[in-house]
Each structure stands twice: as C-alpha cells, then as structure tokens.
C-alpha cells in the first residue's frame, strides 16, 4: 500500500494554504482532492458522489471565509470529505496506513474547523442557527455558514431550521448543494420547485427560499470555482439570512458514480475495480422481502412498501421500485412521516410495509408513540442493520430494542432464520390488531428447512427449543445462534445440559415458560444484539428479581462507539462462548 501522491494538495495543509493558490492550482487541487476521495472509499468504503461534487464549492469556501472563525457546519458526510483534506486531514485519505484515522463524518474532536459530530441528515441548518443565534447574543462577529443537500431538504427539520433561521436578522448563510438527486430520485412537491429555479437560473416566481424570508443566489455552474468564489464573496459578511443555491453534478470525475448516481452514493470498497457494482446478490433477507412483497401486491392491491430515502439498503432498486408503480412510496429524508403515513394507511384499510435502518428510526420515536401505538394501527416496521457492529458512532445499530419494545401496542418481534421471518411478515400484514415491528436478522442468512407453524396471534409465547436443566439460554434473534454455541460449550466444559429458548417476542414476557425455569434452574441468561439498558434481558431480571434464580444479561454497553473492531467488543461484552461459559462456570 503506498501513499497517493499529489503535487498542489501535498502543499495544502489548513484553509490559509488555499487562499495562496492561484485559480489554475485550484483547478490542479479539484482533481487531486477527486483522486484522495476515491482513493478511500476505494480502500475503506464511504460516501462517494455527494463528495465528489462539492469539491470545487469546498476550494471556493476556504479560499472566501476564514475557518474555523468563520462556522462551516455540515449536513452529514456526504459534502465533508474534500473539508477535511483542505484542513489537515488529507492522510487520512491519500496514506492507506492513516484511513483508520480520520472517521467519514464531521468529527469535532478530529479538528477545529468541525463543530459537530453529524451522522444523520437534514441537522445543518438548525445547529447552524444555534451557532448564529448564541454568536449574536455574545455580541461575536463572524459567518455562519450551513451546508445541506437538495435530498435533506426533505426532512422535518431541515424545514424547521429554515423556518427559525429566517428571524435571526443577523449573518446566516446556507449553500444548497443540489445535484438533482438524495441518496435515489427527489421525491415530493418541494423538487418541483427546484427544478423550476434551475431551468429559470433561480428567477421564476415561485422560490421556496424567498417564501421562508431569505434572500437568494443561484449559481448553475456549481462545480466552476470562480463563479463560486464570486458568490460566495458576494454573501459573505451579509446582515440578513441568504441562501447560495448551487447546481452541482453528482459523482463528478468518476463515470460510473455520474452515470448511475444512485450506485455511487455510497459504496463499500473496491469502487476502482472493474467489476464493481450491485450486481445479483445471492438470496439473504433482503431478497425475500422484495420477493415476498412482489408477491403480495398481485394478490393485495392495499399492500404498500415506504421508505424513507434509503432503498438502496434493503435492495430495493429501480427495477423494484417501478414494478411497485403506485404500491411504493419514497417519503425523502422524513421518518416521522413515514411512520405517521404508514398509521394513515393502516388506519383506513390498507397494509403498509416501512422498511427503515435502525440508526434511523430513533429519529421518530413519537410518531411510533403517538402516531402508531397509542391508535394502534396495524402497520408493519422492517427494521434493518439492529446490532452490534464496528460501524462509525453516528450509525450504530444498539438503540431500537429499548426504543420500541417499552412502547405499548407495538409487538416487536425477533426472527431467527429465514421461515421465521416470512411467517411473522406475512402474519404482520394480514393482522389488524397490533403495530407490529420486525428485526430483520443483520447475522448470517440462516435457513432452517422447517416450516414455521407458530401462531404469533397468541402473543408473547416464547419457543423452547431444547429442555435441559440447570441453566436456560434465552437467545433473542439473530444471537439465537451464539445461544446454539454457548449451549454445546457448557456441555463440553463443565458437563451442563442447558435449556435452549428461542424468545421470538422483544416486546413482552412469556410467563408460563419462565415459571416453569424455577423448578430446575439456577441461571438464566439473555443473549440480545443490543444495548442492554432499557432492553430485553432487562425484562426477564426485572421478572426473576425475586426469585432465587440468578440472571446473566449479554449485549452492549450504554455507550457510543466509534469504529471500535467486532473482535474488542466481543470481548469487552463477553460476547463468546467461552467467556460467556467461564462466567456461569463462576457463578456456580
């Protein structure tokens, strides 16, 4: 592995360096920050057209304002990558040794010229009027500038930062970067409107910026740097809130990510290589639900599948998306309104099917409190990527147990192979008693071969699989497979016939079958691949608190981790088998 090299960028090392460049180095500078950007997702993966498009916006702002005086803050990480080569960061993705370094997301701790730690969109705007608003009350005198998307425009609070930011009366400035597209096509009204300022070189009448009270530039050619720099000069030190609207072509210097945008979003490594793209993806969860869903819909015309921006994460591609035709919603960055719509649905006769990331859905808790579970409509939620994992701290997948299994009416529900799964979707959609929520398996795709004939009617009915005695392994979901391992190495090592439960249900306790552990058991454990406060091992202490029985909770600590290896927190959670088993061997 060797260090890319560059000729203007080696000599790049904070944002004063990029005030000395000529126009013609910026341009040399563009493309070099281009060969950094594909350099590290080619190797570690990450966002890739977002932040090959706003290169030529980032020169221009460096070389216009003076950071980190000046407040550049950041919708998430799509834009900030060239940001943090141009401010001391670029090892981290021109020198494969020093990827690990710099994390993908605006990270305040990594440098001063970030403010915010972001991994979720649609913020910039509203912690940006934080920053204006507290500036202005201690009497400072700088720019604010926050940085979002065209696709974060459509989420809730980026409408609400807009809507409090025009009554600041004082310096607030927002660049729109708009490349015509989020993470698939703009969906929703608000993309009429742009498409309306870019045809008319931002002079039609109809202007959602001015309608919120702020003035307004646009610039077509978002990727030319001098027509950056002009107008960015132009709003510089400006008195009243001001939009930049700046058209930019997504994926810019690499092909592929132009010619398919909605592929080259974001990719996992191996961006370079020739045969890089989606491509047929052996059958896992994400290619039964589509097949599932598919289905449903020929036979059910009120079955309908909503996401919130992200289809690319359950596979859900164009081809899939077109043969939905009308069963198929795209709600933009908006959560709480995909929660809210699929109550609506539901609610009036139909049979709604939201499919969210689980680091995502925490953004609508109230929408699952009040919008669904207190009228108790019977949507169904496929949450996606819950568990454990190395991922950056913005994205982790811990939280979504406790958030919705202590919600009442929502029944949440853990699969452990691929035939539980069907059935409890398919028993999802045709209920209308309950929200029903559905971890999908983020594990191995585990096919039992056995039919599944549990009625999940009958709720909170937990399956024991194996009787043993002595100690009971309650293993939740896709950690029903450690619970298989845990079992096998308590009657290796220590001669224990262990009982091997298969809870099924998240959300409730099966009472019956706990009673029952009492009379032949001494421990109990829970195995959950998620943070453990609030969560469901918590439920079965709290129901042998006052008993003689002793119970071991494993999962994740209250904690945010940022990329920590799978192999560190496996051990800090004693998340194997055989520290799982030198635990009990204690206990005893």
Request: proline share 3%.
């Amino acid at each position: 592995m060797t260090t890319l090299q560059t000729t203007i960028l080696e000599n790049i090392n904070s944002p004063q360096d990029v005030k000395k460049t000529s126009l013609d180095e910026m341009k040399i500078l563009a493309q070099e920050i281009r060969q950094g950007i594909l350099n590290r997702v080619d190797k570690v993966g990450g966002h890739l057209g977002p932040d090959l498009g706003i290169v030529e916006a980032t020169i221009a702002l460096h070389y216009v304002f003076n950071s980190p005086v000046d407040k550049f803050i950041f919708d998430v990480s799509h834009q900030c990558y060239p940001h943090k080569m141009l401010t001391g960061r670029k090892q981290g993705f021109l020198d494969p040794l020093n990827h690990p370094e710099i994390s993908g997301y605006s990270n305040q701790n990594e440098s001063e010229h970030d403010h915010f730690m972001i991994g979720h969109t649609s913020t910039s705007i509203t912690l940006a009027t934080g920053v204006a608003k507290a500036r202005d009350l201690k009497g400072e005198n700088y720019n604010v500038v926050a940085l979002i998307g065209d696709g974060s425009l459509s989420g809730g609070e980026a409408f609400e930062g807009f809507n409090n930011a025009s009554v600041l009366d004082s310096n607030f400035i927002v660049i729109v970067n708009d490349n015509e597209m989020s993470i698939a096509e703009n969906q929703g009204g608000l993309y009429k409107n742009l498409k309306e300022l870019r045809e008319s070189n931002g002079t039609c009448a109809n202007n959602w910026f001015k309608a919120f009270g702020f003035d307004y530039i646009y610039v077509e050619q978002g990727n030319d740097i001098e027509s950056l720099i002009k107008a960015f000069s132009d709003v510089k030190d400006s008195t009243r809130p001001v939009v930049v609207h700046i058209h930019t072509l997504k994926g810019k210097g690499f092909d592929k990510a132009v010619q398919n945008k909605e592929w080259g979003h974001w990719s996992m490594p191996g961006i370079l290589s020739e045969n890089s793209s989606y491509g047929d993806v052996p059958e896992c969860y994400e290619t039964i639900t589509k097949d599932y869903i598919l289905n449903k819909v020929k036979k059910d015309n009120t079955v309908m599948a909503i996401n919130a921006a992200t289809p690319g994460v359950f596979w859900w591609d164009s081809e899939f998306r077109d043969k939905l035709g009308k069963n198929y919603t795209d709600v933009g960055i908006a959560e709480q309104h995909a929660v809210g719509y699929a109550s609506g649905l539901a609610r009036n006769g139909a049979k709604p099917i939201f499919a969210v990331m689980t680091s995502f859905i925490q953004r609508a808790y109230d929408q699952l409190s009040q919008d669904l579970a207190l009228n108790n409509s019977p949507a169904t939620i496929l949450v996606y990527w819950g568990g454990i994992s190395s991922a950056d701290c913005t994205h982790l997948g811990l939280f979504d147990i406790p958030l919705i299994c202590n919600i009442p009416n929502i029944v949440y529900l853990a699969p452990t192979c691929k035939e539980e799964y069907l059935k409890m979707l398919d028993w999802s959609v045709e209920q209308n008693e309950h929200p029903v929520a559905i971890r999908v398996p983020s594990g191995d795709y585990i096919v039992s071969g056995v039919e599944d004939t549990t009625d999940y009617s009958i709720l909170n009915k937990y399956k024991l699989t194996e009787k043993g005695s002595k100690v009971a392994i309650l293993g939740l979901g896709d950690f029903f497979e450690l619970g298989k391992s845990v079992k096998e190495e308590l009657k290796s090592k220590l001669g224990i016939k262990a009982s091997l439960i298969n809870p099924k249900f998240i959300s409730g306790v099966d009472e019956e079958l706990l009673n029952s552990l009492k009379a032949d058991h001494d421990i109990v454990i829970t195995l959950e691949n998620g943070t453990l406060d609030g969560g469901f091992g918590e439920k079965i202490s709290r129901f042998f608190g006052n008993s003689d029985i002793k119970v071991l909770n494993y999962g994740a600590f209250k904690e945010f981790n940022d990329r920590v290896p799978m192999g560190k927190l496996n051990e800090r959670y004693h998340l194997t088998k055989e520290l799982i088993a030198q635990d009990i061997e204690k206990l005893l």
